[in-house]
């Protein structure tokens, strides 16, 4: 039939040819088989295009309608549209499981430290800065410290040049000045520069409650180790024991203890608050006091009138007996 006939390529070439139209054409007949040797007959001419529309054209309505009604090249131009349609469906369903997947693999991994390990996760900010900020946060106690630690990490790293060049591909100068950004990130050779640095282990996880790598200073020592946590192949965390005190371990301070910090504050706010409980009591016994003397004064003071309004009770009474009694003994008095 003539709708299965192949597209001119001059009149569309942007379409490709159908399987069905690379097949031979059908053998042509008018009611009767076709004489062998016989001249074919030529196909018949590709439909006319619309008015207005050019040839090859795809955009308008007009377009796809002529499209859709041309055949199989229609057909595989309306496909292709579907296809795409469902691959872009697939690819943004995709990227949601995959965000999903992520989220409980982290919540997953939280857990798992927090039950077996009793390690806490602290976020760091997303900057480029992270592993230097883990580390300042176990060092210094603040993460906004990342700066300080960065600094000593490439002077460390460039007075001891002929042994961390040799694990650096480009010139290490430049690596050094590069790393000297404040966004760059650290990596392997930083982590070990930082436990030689402060003489303390750097222990890695991910993913799992044991490190998947420990980096290890010069002097072997029983310091609580600076841990890490690698997230999503890009992204560092502190890892933190809440019952061990880590912050000053590494830093040279002469007679310093971990936790000395904070047993002087607790012993500071317990003392604050026995003052604060004695002053409190000794106030409530001077308030107890006032009132008991203030009961005793009205006490006193009440039982004074008393006596006073008895006493004059008493002597009224005894000067109108008196006067009585001078009466009966002198009838002057009257007169008088």
Request: aromatic share 6%; net charge positive; charged share 25%.
């Amino acid at each position: 039939p003539p709708e299965l006939a192949p597209i001119n390529a001059l009149s569309v070439p942007a379409a490709p040819r159908p399987i069905r139209a690379l097949l031979p054409p059908p053998a042509q007949s008018a009611g009767s088989r076709v004489v062998a040797g016989a001249t074919p007959v030529p196909p018949p001419p590709p439909p006319s295009l619309p008015a207005g529309l050019r040839a090859g054209g795809t955009s308008g309505r007009a377009a796809g309608q002529w499209r859709l009604g041309e055949g199989a090249a229609g057909q595989w131009a309306r496909g292709r549209r579907v296809r795409r349609k469902r691959r872009k469906g697939s690819e943004a369903c995709g990227c949601r499981r995959q965000a999903r997947l992520c989220l409980q693999q982290e919540h997953r991994f939280e857990k798992a430290l927090r039950e077996k390990k009793g390690f806490i996760i602290k976020r760091m900010k997303e900057d480029g800065a992270c592993l230097f900020r883990a580390v300042a946060d176990q060092v210094y106690g603040d993460q906004d410290m990342h700066e300080v630690v960065r600094k000593h990490c490439m002077d460390y790293l460039m007075k001891n040049a002929d042994y961390f060049s040799n694990y650096v591909t480009e010139d290490f100068t430049t690596y050094i000045n590069r790393k000297r950004k404040s966004t760059c990130h650290g990596n392997h050779i930083e982590m070990q520069a930082m436990a030689e640095m402060y003489n303390r282990p750097v222990e890695v996880y991910q993913y799992g409650t044991e490190p998947i790598n420990t980096f290890h200073g010069i002097q072997h020592n029983e310091d609580e180790p600076i841990r890490v946590s690698y997230h999503r192949n890009i992204h560092y965390n502190s890892v933190v024991n809440p019952n061990k005190a880590t912050i000053g371990v590494g830093l040279g301070l002469p007679s310093f203890k971990p936790g000395l910090a904070e047993q002087s504050l607790m012993k500071s706010a317990i003392k604050t608050s026995e003052e604060s409980w004695i002053e409190q009591q000794m106030l409530e016994d001077k308030k107890r006091a006032t009132d008991w003397e203030a009961t005793n004064e009205a006490i006193e003071e009440q039982v004074d009138d008393e006596i006073l309004a008895s006493v004059l009770a008493v002597s009224q009474q005894e000067y109108l007996e008196t006067m009585k009694t001078s009466r009966h003994r002198d009838p002057t008095a009257d007169k008088s």
